[in-house]
């Protein structure tokens, strides 16, 4: 059970009626200068934390970032908006990664960034919906959220809602058989309303995937499973973007978005360093990180 106590947002004029959809037309700059931001964060909150998962969260930052500044229709000041698109993180030890844009986007004060992982904060290591506004799901255990994804997609195919889902996949998460069982029944269920996006940073807990388990012909296994299968560098921002674009114009079956990525991407030291997947920099490294975050 969880000691933590739930955020709730402070009341304000913005009720649900009037909060504003987040502006959508974020320049490549104010993109980047927001990426830059949630690194900085990200590296920060698990150096003070003294634990976390750097490595896996600064990989997916291009990622996340696209879609909450560029592609997602959502409303910070109402998280609850029925008709948002929906984010699930199914590598839900990224859990800095979504605070931090969660922070930057408004749902919740930047200045609790710091509380990541302590007794009675509502930022725990792994997400929790029932505290953390703006988390759709519960996470930790991977393998779970592409099957949550495939049901939040159905039920809004039933309510005749157009909202999309995207559900951010780890590529050693790609091990667990139920990933697979939920991507077999998205394409028997043409859910064109779902996107799966794979972090293919290469790595796990336990080093190199090609050494741990072998994922290839990872495109080819995602095809073989009916998904239209696009490939993309995850730290490019226009790719990301045309890809979302892309795969908007896609009907009849869900499309994966397969991005190439860098474990510990921005942070020279942390970079393809399996030594960053669960352990936070130290004070000496987080002021290293940050100055080549600058
Ligand atoms: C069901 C389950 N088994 C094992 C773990 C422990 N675990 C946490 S992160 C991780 C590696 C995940 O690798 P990947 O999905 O590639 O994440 P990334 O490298 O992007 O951080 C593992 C095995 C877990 N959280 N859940």
Redesign the pocket.
Known sequence: MSSSKEYKLPQTSADSAEAEVFSLSASPAALAAAAKKIRRHIVTMTGKAGSG?P???L??VEIVTTLYFKMMRHKPHDPQWPDRDRFILS????APLLYATLAECGYIPVSELCTLRQLDSFLQG?TDCTITPGVEMSA????QGLSFALGVALAGRLNKQDYRVYAL??????D?GQVWEAAMASAHFKTDNLVAIV?N?G????GW?RDVMNLEPFPDKWRAFGWRTIEVDGHSIPQLTQAFKQAKKIKGQPTVIIAHTV?GKGVSFMENNPDF??AAPNDIEVGLALKELE
Not at 91 to 94: E, I, M, R, T, V
Not at 169 to 174: A, I, K, M, P, Q
């Open positions: 998962h490595g896996g969260s990989s997916a590598k839900g030890h990224a792994h930790g255990a991977l393998g996949l780890g590529d050693g998460e790609c667990e972090d940073n790595q796990q807990i336990d995937n474990k997947h669960g």
